[in-house]
């Protein structure tokens, strides 16, 4: 059974913190993406990576799929309160387009 | 705009009733899928669909089944609904690409409690 392990599950941190949420399998993926979840809502899609080594940025947010495709890392400079929010790691092992979802990390970010 | 709902928002039900969620969505997806989300787990998924007539078993399927019979819609039916069930449903729908690269697009969830 294919899992992706996402630490840390929880993060509390001060506005203008920088913090970093890993996402880890021990198998290899075609594909990871990161999905954003607030309370009440489904998740909604941050960035798709798809190649070895690949870094992607959105604006405050940098992402990184590592290079043997079996790890990825969502870096936020200076957060802000509206970060705050579930954040779901998701990978496609075959190219199959169905997701295998890490169990989430859930940011709050304290004004 | 496309969209994908899901309905009901809430329900609540008995152990043993047979319970069904509905997933409507008008983006023309080939793709949709059924998850369910605990605390913990994150998303689990319970079946899916590649197309009509189409159904999949995940990683969570005892207890669930699926029916595509359009390509909008995907219901997912409790056959006897159980305690352990009480959860998050989320539906989500994607094109066809099957390079893994598409963007899942989900509903609002459907909250479910098994008393």
């Known amino acids: 059974t294919q899992l992706l392990e996402q630490s840390p599950q929880f993060l509390s941190i001060q506005e203008g913190e920088n913090l970093t949420v890993y996402c880890n399998s021990s198998s290899v993926f075609s594909s990871l993406q990161w999905y954003r979840q607030e309370p009440g809502e489904g998740p909604v899609l941050l960035v798709t990576?798809?190649?070895?080594?690949e870094v992607k940025k959105l604006k405050r947010l940098t992402f990184q799929f590592g290079d043997a495709r079996k790890d990825s890392s969502l870096h936020i400079t200076a957060a802000q309160p509206g970060d705050t929010g579930l954040y779901l790691c998701a990978g496609d092992s075959g190219n199959t387009g169905k997701l295998i979802f890490g169990q989430g990390t859930t940011l709050q970010v304290k004004p | 705009d496309a969209e994908i709902t899901q309905s009901p928002r809430h329900k609540i039900t008995e152990t043993g009733r047979q319970v069904t969620l509905a997933c409507h969505q008008t983006w023309n997806h080939n793709n949709m899928f059924w998850y369910r989300q605990d605390l913990g787990h994150g998303l689990r998924l319970i079946h899916y669909s590649y197309g009509v007539q189409d159904t999949n078993k995940g990683e969570v399927s005892d207890g669930y089944s699926v029916s595509r019979s359009n390509t909008e819609d995907l219901p997912l039916t409790l056959e006897s609904a159980a305690s352990s069930q009480t959860s998050v449903y989320f539906c989500?729908?994607?094109?066809?690409?099957?390079?893994?690269?598409?963007?899942?697009?989900f509903g609002p969830g459907t909250r479910l409690t098994v008393l």
């Open positions: 990576v798809v190649t070895g080594g």
């Open positions: 989500a729908s994607s094109e066809s690409n099957i390079a893994g690269t598409d963007t899942q697009y």
